[in-house]
Antibody
Framework: EVQLVESGGGLVQPGGSLRLSCAAS????????MSWVRQAPGKGLEWVAN????????YYVDSVKGRFTISRDNAKNSLYLQMNSLRAEDTALYYCAREYFWAREYWGQGTLVTVSS | QSALTQPASVSGSPGQSITISCTGT?????????VSWYQQHPGKAPKLMIYEVSNRPSGVSNRFSGSKSGNTASLTISGLQAEDEADYYC???????????FGGGTKLTVL
């Protein structure tokens, strides 16, 4: 059974940093592109970033470029999102997702990031 | 404002069919067959319902179907059931600087 479990969310002050993790199991992690998608409270979905199987390609939504870094450790079956210079508008539930044929096939339950003073 | 435009809400009675539209441009929906649809129940993670415009993942009911015409993609749900009441989001690849975009979401109410 495919499982994606996010962790690392919490309350952080504006300008602060957080590192999100996503532990994957039930599939060959190194064979799939992986994504982060976020959802602000009461709002819609926003794609944040994705990363190729070997980490050689990474893409970001414009609003996080230069502040967020996506990475992965295939030996640990883990996906990460390093978030720096956090802003109030980054407050959201962050989901990791496994990609499949240009779509997000499996999703975790999300980890909540709140940016507030 | 979302890059893809969806109606804020649609409704239908049990047994009826409804269609949710997702309008983009030639740089996204119209230019690529990489449109996907997601269902999200309150407090739950999204679930993939359609990928590559019209393909259903294993386990998704054949009451759900997808199509595309020009710059508009559509999700049709036939034989509406109470459990279909949820938010639905479309997504597309785009040639812009942000490669993936979602629609603003559509709330489906089963009357």
């Amino acid at each position: 059974e495919v499982q994606l479990v996010e962790s690392g969310g919490g309350l952080v002050q504006p300008g602060g940093s957080l590192r999100l993790s996503c532990a994957a199991s039930g599939f060959t992690f190194s064979s799939y592109w992986m994504s982060w998608v976020r959802q602000a409270p009461g709002k819609g979905l926003e794609w944040v970033a994705n990363i190729k199987q070997d980490g050689s390609e990474k893409y970001y939504v414009d609003s996080v470029k230069g502040r967020f870094t996506i990475s992965r450790d295939n030996a640990k079956n883990s996906l990460y999102l390093q978030m720096n210079s956090l802003r109030a508008e980054d407050t959201a539930l962050y989901y990791c997702a496994r990609e499949y044929f240009w779509a997000r096939e499996y999703w975790g339950q999300g980890t909540l990031v709140t940016v507030s003073s | 404002q979302s890059a893809l435009t969806q109606p804020a809400s649609v409704s239908g009675s049990p047994g009826q069919s409804i269609t949710i539209s997702c309008t983009g441009t030639s740089s996204d929906v119209g230019g690529y067959n990489y449109v996907s649809w997601y269902q999200q129940h309150p407090g739950k993670a999204p679930k993939l319902m359609i990928y590559e415009v019209s393909n259903r993942p294993s386990g998704v009911s054949n009451r759900f179907s997808g199509s595309k015409s020009g710059n508009t993609a559509s999700l049709t749900i036939s034989g509406l059931q109470a459990e279909d009441e949820a938010d639905y989001y479309c997504s597309s690849y785009t040639s812009s600087s942000t490669p993936w975009v979602f629609g603003g979401g559509t709330k489906l109410t089963v009357l």
